[in-house]
């Protein structure tokens, strides 16, 4: 409906210099001029205020803005997440690894290399 209403401006504004121009031929222009000059101020405020109410009212841009949005967090950042979540995790596991297996290779490395030690200061 806005476009339309847009459409109906402009066509008043040629049918109005259509008018203008075959009553200039008739009636003096004097007479005429500031009613035509009134009725044009107005269709061109009309015109805009409908363009102003038009684009604060259209919501394509910010639609595509959405979907884009969307589209990232779902194609690019929740791949993302879900690869960090598991990187964390086996590299959790990972650690707990080594940390288990340092202390058991520790207390076997600890006691041969006592023994090794003793037997050399001797």
Not at 12 to 39: F, P
Not at 105 to 110: I, K, L, Q, S, T
Request: proline fraction near 2%; hydrophobic fraction near 40%.
């Amino acid at each position: 409906p806005l476009y339309e209403a847009n459409d109906i401006i402009r066509n008043c504004n040629s049918t109005l210099d259509k008018v203008t121009s075959i009553a200039y031929q008739l009636i003096d222009q004097r007479e005429l001029e500031s009613h035509v000059y009134g009725v044009k101020i107005g269709l061109n405020r009309s015109r805009d205020i409908m363009t102003s109410l038009t684009a604060a009212v259209d919501c394509r841009q910010m639609h595509t803005h959405y979907q884009d949005g969307i589209e990232g967090a779902c194609h690019v950042a929740l791949p993302g997440y879900c690869f960090l979540l598991l990187s964390a995790a086996v590299s959790g596991l990972l650690f707990t690894l080594l940390v288990v297996l340092a202390s058991r290779a520790w207390r076997h490395f600890g006691s041969s290399c006592l023994f090794e030690i003793s037997r050399l200061a001797d």
